[in-house]
Structure formats: C-alpha cells, structure tokens
C-alpha cells in the first residue's frame, strides 16, 4: 500500500521569501503525484500534477514540484511568496490502475509581511 | 466549469440521529469518493464508487455507508452519528483517466 509523508505540519514564511514543502512517498509501483491547496473554507484545489514525461511540472500561479524517484519525493516551491499563498497544501499519490487519492497529512503555509 | 455540489455547508445534528450527506457532479464522471478531513489527519477515505450501485471501502469505512443510484449523486449515511464523526466531509469525483479528483467544498457536521 502506497502512503504520503509531508514532514512539515507548518511553514512559516515572510513575503516575497521563497519556500519548499516536503513530500515523500512510498510505493512499490508506478506513482502519479499531485498536490492540493485548500483555503479557508473551502474544498481543494487541484494546483499540480505529475503523470508522467518532464519530472518538473508547474503550476499557473508560480509554484513547481519535482518527481525525484531514486529518492521517493516530491517536493513543492515557491522562489517568492506571496500573502495569498497562505493555505494549507496537501501532497497525493496515486498508483498503477487505482482511482483512489492517498493523501500526506497537510502543511500550512502562512505568509506574512 | 467543472462542479462538484455538496447539498450542505453546515450540519449540527445530535447522536443516534441518520444522517444524509448528499454530492452531485456534473462532469459525468465515472468515480466518486467521500473523504473526511480532521486536522492533523488530513483526509482519509470512507468510501468511493466507480460506477452506479457500485461501492468499495476505503480506509475508514466503519459507521458509514454510501449510495450511488445515478451517475451524478452519491450520498454519504451516517445510520447513527456519534460524536467522533464530528468532522468535515469532502466529496470528489474523477474520471477514468489518471488524472486528480474534483472536490467539492466540503460539509462541516458538529454531532452534538
């Protein structure tokens, strides 16, 4: 069974700071990898995904991850943030034929000036 | 624009009560799912179908049960509620490819 790591419960970051937020995984078959933002109050939102092809994938608002398979992460960044980036960030996995989304367990972001 | 529509915000519901949490999509997708979301937890999965009247568990499917009756609806049943399922409830949909799940925004329900 695949599971998600996010190592960071919380990342306190200044404005304009760059940021990374940790994902690992581990699954003994092919993954495809995602990450999530959830604002206060709402369901998530897709904001990246790997299926496969270029291991860095990015999104529209400035974000990139990276598949790094030898060691089992995938990582997300951010090299200047911005207060409307504060918002909880979850990493997924998803193996071979299966439809379902094992999810890590959350990393707040908070950005302030 | 793609939706996923949880039928309520917000419940308040007391123990022993039934309770129904409903979800529609409008993408025609083939599967749907039911997480719920506790802090520190994440989400983890009570349910999901891949196609009408079609169900499996997920990891925590105990004191919960799900209909699918048509392609755009599942329904989340909470037959007795309990405080410990004081939670949010997140409903998604996917379609058969390998891509990510839909959410919709999520019910918040407070088991008195």
């Known amino acids: 069974a695949q599971s998600v790591t996010q190592l960071d419960s919380q990342v306190p970051v200044f404005e304009e700071a760059p940021v990374e937020l940790r994902c690992n995984y581990s699954?003994?078959?092919?993954?495809?990898l995602f990450w999530y933002v959830q604002y206060p109050n709402q369901g998530l939102q897709l904001l990246l995904k790997?299926?496969?092809?270029?291991?860095l994938v990015e999104s529209i608002n400035g974000f990139e991850a990276e598949f790094n398979k030898s060691q089992t992460s995938f990582h997300l960044r951010k090299p200047s943030v911005h207060i409307s980036d504060t918002a909880e960030y979850f990493c997924?996995?998803?193996?071979?034929?299966?439809?379902?989304?094992?999810f890590g367990t959350g990393t707040r972001l908070q950005v302030t000036l | 624009d793609v939706k996923v529509t949880q039928s309520s915000r917000y419940l308040v519901k007391r123990t022993g009560e039934k309770v129904f949490l409903e979800c529609v999509q409008d993408?025609?997708?083939?599967?749907m799912f039911w997480y719920r979301q506790d802090p520190g937890l994440g989400l983890r999965l009570i349910y999901f179908?891949?196609?009408?009247?079609?169900?499996e568990k997920g990891d925590i499917p105990e004191g919960y049960s799900v209909s699918r009756e048509k392609k755009e609806r599942f329904s989340l049943i909470l037959e007795s509620a309990s405080t410990n399922q004081t939670s949010m409830y997140l409903c998604?949909?996917?379609?058969?490819?390998?891509?990510?799940?839909?959410f919709g925004e999520g019910s918040r329900l407070t088991v008195l």
């Open positions: 179908s891949y196609d009408v009247k079609m169900k």
């Open positions: 790997y299926l496969s092809g270029s291991t």
């Open positions: 699954s003994s078959v092919s993954v495809y």
């Open positions: 997924a996995v998803r193996t071979g034929t299966a439809s379902k989304l094992t």
């Open positions: 993408m025609d997708h083939e599967n």
């Open positions: 998604a949909s996917s379609d058969a490819t390998r891509g990510g799940l839909f």
